[in-house]
């Protein structure tokens, strides 16, 4: 078959910004998992939901004895670093808990559960995923919001971010910082019954 220059120049452009997404992506910042790790008083198992290319994943790698990270898409698992102790598996949205039980581990097996920037595409699945858990560890979700430069590129930066006729709703929760996403787990407090927040900056290479 021959296919046409400006046809194959942009099949070559477009996987190149495909495999770019598992190497120019960011790297959580390494003290988000040491305070995670901090919380689980075993460190066997960890679960990595919606992993993508495994960015958290393999940070759980160093804390956890084995990491399962699972993605619905196998093309993101395509380009996952390929980690020892990270085993990656396609996941089908909609499997039941006893399809995931065989895949991820039985019900009370896991000493950690992450959602890493995925959570807004499945949060309705909380309290299935909660099973799995073993007591009295818990489950780690986080998102990025938008950065803040000044607010000369700010106002710039928010007039084109906000036009976004394409964004679907679910990810408003991202915008809203998960805060408005029903989270069925107690929180973390600290010795005055607090609940801890952390902020951590980071910058991206
Ligand atoms: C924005 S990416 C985040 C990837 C990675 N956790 C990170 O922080 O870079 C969201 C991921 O969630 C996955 N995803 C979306 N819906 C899913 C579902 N129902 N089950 C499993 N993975 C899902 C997507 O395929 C995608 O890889």
Not at 39 to 53: E, F, Q, R, V, Y
Not at 177 to 185: A, E, G, L, V
């Amino acid at each position: 078959m021959v296919v046409p220059a400006t046809l194959l120049s942009l099949i070559i452009i477009l996987k190149k910004l495909w495999q770019g997404c598992s190497s120019n992506r960011h790297n959580f910042i390494e003290e988000l998992f040491n305070f995670i790790a901090s919380k689980t008083p075993s460190h066997n198992l960890a679960w990595d939901i919606g992993t993508g290319n495994g960015q958290a994943a393999k940070s759980l790698a160093k804390l956890y004895k084995d990491v399962i990270a699972t993605d619905k898409s196998p093309k993101q698992l395509e380009f996952a670093a390929n980690v020892p102790n990270v085993q990656y598996i396609c996941t089908n949205p909609k499997m039941s808990i006893c399809e995931l039980e065989k895949k991820v581990g039985k019900k009370s097996s896991v000493d950690l559960v992450t959602i890493a920037q995925a959570l807004h595409w499945f949060d309705d699945r909380l309290h299935f995923y909660k099973q799995v858990i073993k007591k009295p560890n818990g489950i780690a979700t986080w998102c990025y919001k938008l950065p803040n430069i000044n607010n000369s590129v700010d106002s710039v930066f928010n007039k084109y971010y906000n036009v976004q006729p394409d964004w679907e709703p679910t990810r408003k929760s991202v915008d809203d910082k998960y805060k408005t996403i029903d989270f069925p787990f107690e929180p973390i407090c600290d010795n005055n019954n607090n609940v801890v927040h952390l902020v951590f900056q980071t910058y991206l290479e």
